[in-house]
């Protein structure tokens, strides 16, 4: 008997054990009919919806409340853990719930006040259709939630949740025996990075393909839940609204289609993908704020010059009703950014995650707005800088910082993290990956840079900057000069006033800070070492890994 197959990722699959590759397996959606697929169709059985797709899937929708009790696909019973449903939220409560069929399409509307909710299947589809229309905060309609029933997949991904025997954090943040955390916030992918998320058996697929995330809010380079397992069961999320570590207000309106999708296995079609998937069919179902693919516009840019090709550039588009974003060719920079609602939004160039490029564009229905080529200025990318030396890289993250790729899926206390402490010696290069990626006022507060200046440039005042991607508790960046020279406290720039740090998300937003050091500060013997200390300044938090503190982006000193 083989192992059990494991998926959870956007464009990358990941196949442990005996079974078919992905691809290699029978896909859901539009590809395919089972020769022994049952009539397509629905009926009501007093208190459900009951939803024949025609293919291997038959669902229930609970007519009290718009639940989704029951997924069966293939004889076998998916849905449910902890005798809780698969809902919006925790549940809506009392709705009025209706069905109809249009052609190949079935579909069920929920309402409940000001939110409307809809699951549509189509003939011969192994596939669940959802939208959500959340209009106001009348409705704290954040997520939709698929509870799988325990035991139809093993999982233990470092991006899953697991309960564990030891609670680090909260409620929610969780040590294994072996020393390993584990949190339902934990992510490795960020929004831009994956497609759909779930499990396979090798013989059986279940995934919860995202939507294009229009009307969500955090952009691109959010993370946020994806998926959890614990010993009652798993839950995959399609996050409509998350305020942890949030940088954006909440946008309302129609988010979706999302999938529920099941499979042979295999990944999911990519015609379901967010940038390949198409509703024609559901035009006219009357979904509340459905807008066709005629009711939208383009946006494409010729090309991005002033780029630095050694990292990736994404332009993104934003106002407070909608967001989108497309990756710009690495060749040139060309990029395309399709199906955006019309409007006016202002389009930001990412170098990496960090901001080096904004305008204003207009978008019209049924057009395309096509922009000459983009000049990158130098003075707006920081890297570009001259330097006498710098740790990490000008691009919004903290990449290439010790422990920085854990800490998206990891608590900082977890056994697998090197220690926080530890001082830098510039020219030993190893400057990047000696240097934690996160600062606390209670953990590591003070560390040491060591570096040497030449006769010339001790003789003369230097910018010294330190970039940061998001802070806790107001954490910022205080220095000291060989122990005789110390800046002032700066300004705490506005961040997330959630947790970040610990629950496994860097991204809040990015900010500079400059000190403008005097020469007396620097060491005139050329021989020895200057050094800088870099404290965590903050009167709130509270201690360890939840006192104040900060994530680095980058750390320089002008020449």
Known sequence: MSEPVQHAVGRRTFVVGGAAAAGSAVLAG?????????????????????????????????????????????????????????????????????????????????????????????????????????????????????????????????????????????????????????????????????????????????????????????????????????????????????????????????????????????????????????????????????????????????????????????????????????????????????????????LTVFKGELAVYTTSVAVTAGGTTTLNSIAVPTSNDPGNASAIWRIGSWDGTPGGFKNAELMTYAHPSDVRAASWTGNVVIGSGTETSAFPCYLWKDVNSGIIVYFKLTAAQAAAAHTLRIGVTTAYANGRPQITVNDTWTSAVPSPPTQPSTRSLTVGSYRGNNYTFTYSVPASAWLTDTGAYNTLKIYVASGSGTTSFLSAGTAIDAIDLLI
Do not use: C
């Not at 015609?271 to 035009?283: F, H, R």
């Open 30 to 346: 539009p590809l395919a009919r089972p020769a022994s697929a049952a009539a397509f169709g629905w009926s009501d059985d007093g208190s459900h919806y009951v939803v024949d797709t025609g293919a291997s899937l038959v669902f229930k929708v609970s007519k009290s409340n718009g639940d989704l009790t029951s997924l069966v696909y293939k004889g076998t019973e998916y849905q449910g853990y902890g005798g809780m449903n698969s809902h919006i939220e925790s549940g809506l409560g009392a709705s009025t719930v209706t069905i109809g069929q249009t052609g190949s399409t079935i579909l069920v509307s929920v309402t409940y006040g000001t939110l409307k909710h809809y699951y549509a299947a189509r003939s011969g589809e192994n596939n669940v259709y959802l939208w959500t229309n959340k209009a106001d905060t009348s409705v704290s309609a954040t997520r939709y939630i698929v509870r799988v029933k325990a035991g139809l997949f093993a999982n233990d991904e470092p991006d899953s949740y697991t309960y564990a025997p030891t609670t680090v954090e909260a409620s929610d943040v969780f040590r294994k025996s072996d020393g390993q955390t584990r949190s339902k916030h934990f992510s490795r992918l960020r929004v831009t990075d994956y497609d759909y998320i779930g499990w396979s058996t090798g013989g059986v697929g279940l995934y919860v393909v995202r939507s294009n995330h229009e009307k969500a809010s955090g952009g691109p380079f959010y993370r946020s839940l994806l998926r959890h397992q614990s010993a009652d069961g798993g839950g995959l999320y399609e996050i409509l609204y998350y305020g942890e570590n949030q940088t954006e207000a909440q946008r309302f309106g129609l988010q979706g289609p999302y999938v529920i999708a099941f499979t042979d296995g295999g990944a999911p079609s990519s015609a379901l993908y967010p940038a390949n998937l198409t509703t024609p069919w559901a035009d006219g179902l009357g979904i509340s704020g459905y807008v066709a693919a005629s009711g939208r516009g383009r946006v494409a840019g010729v090309g991005i010059t002033g780029r630095d090709t050694a990292f990736p550039y994404t332009v993104g588009l934003a106002n407070s009703a909608a967001q989108y974003w497309g990756s710009a060719r690495a060749s040139d920079g060309y990029f395309s950014v399709t199906g955006v609602l019309p409007g006016t939004y202002t």
